[in-house]
């Protein structure tokens, strides 16, 4: 389904074929938030980038890697340098580690990475600082495109997620729902429809489940679930 026709079977969900309790604006929106939420739970959509190291640099701008992902980042999957996998650490575990020096001058071959939660970082960096050039390389999972013309396809225009098109479009209708006063009716229609969200999640999440390699990691943190 294009958005015309996601926000045609999202209409009738919440009982609205005219469109007219709320705006295409409000549809558009709802969409979205939707398909965002069911590829970071779904974590169907990935990534490969990859950087060159230079000699004395630490940290490399999601920007500069092979494919711009500086607005679609959500979690790194896994991470090489020159082949070799390297490892998460926070910058609280190399100060407790480095017992008061300055680790952010330790250099020799990468062991470790940081990839800072702050949304104006947008780098990963290595530890300690590489002496060599060698391919960093990172699988990550990323945030769809957002949704805005009629003839738009989500998750990227993949047809291989057509299938989870109609989760979508049940979970829009759930959160305009939640903007409405509660009421049984109400309550009873959200659960149904979160019944059919969380169907096609599940769906997702075992038909793509050969390509995870980890655990979900909540967003800006190093806590599995």
């Known amino acids: 389904m294009n958005l015309a026709s996601l926000r045609d079977q999202t209409s009738r969900f919440v009982g609205d074929p005219q469109i007219t309790r709320y705006t295409?604006?409000?549809?558009?929106?709802?969409?979205?938030?939707?398909?965002?939420?069911?590829?970071?739970?779904?974590?169907?959509?990935?990534?490969?980038?990859?950087?060159?190291?230079?000699?004395?640099?630490?940290?490399?701008?999601?920007?500069?890697?092979?494919?711009d992902i500086s607005?679609?980042?959500?979690?790194?999957?896994w991470?090489?340098?020159g082949?070799?996998?390297?490892?998460?650490?926070?910058?609280?575990?190399?100060?407790?580690?480095?017992?008061?020096?300055?680790?952010?001058?330790?250099?020799?071959?990468?062991?470790?990475?940081?990839?800072?939660?702050?949304?104006a970082q947008?780098?990963?960096?290595?530890?300690?600082?590489?002496?060599?050039?060698?391919?960093?390389?990172?699988?990550?999972?990323?945030l769809p495109t957002a949704l805005s013309g009629d003839s738009d396809t989500p998750f990227n225009s993949s047809t291989l997620t057509s299938q989870f098109h109609i989760a979508l479009c049940a979970y829009a209708a759930y959160l305009l729902l939640m903007g409405e006063e509660t009421t049984s009716g109400n309550v009873q229609k959200r659960k149904e429809l979160?019944?059919?969200?969380?169907?096609?999640?599940?769906?997702?999440?075992d038909t793509f489940k050969n390509t995870m390699s980890m655990g979900i990691k909540i967003k800006g943190s190093r806590i599995w679930k």
């Open 24 to 67: 295409a604006a409000d549809y558009i929106a709802a969409l979205n938030r939707a398909q965002e939420q069911f590829a970071a739970e779904s974590r169907m959509l990935w990534k490969d980038v990859t950087w060159t190291t230079v000699a004395g640099t630490a940290a490399y701008a999601f920007s500069a890697a092979s494919t």
């Open 71 to 77: 607005s679609s980042f959500m979690w790194e999957d």
């Open 79 to 81: 991470v090489t340098f």
């Open 83 to 119: 082949g070799l996998e390297l490892s998460p650490i926070s910058r609280h575990e190399l100060n407790r580690l480095s017992h008061g020096d300055d680790w952010t001058d330790d250099a020799g071959t990468p062991s470790n990475f940081v990839i800072d939660p702050e949304e």
């Open 122 to 142: 947008k780098k990963i960096r290595l530890y300690p600082i590489p002496q060599t050039a060698e391919v960093l390389s990172m699988r990550c999972y990323v």
């Open 194 to 205: 979160l019944e059919i969200y969380s169907g096609g999640r599940d769906l997702a999440i």
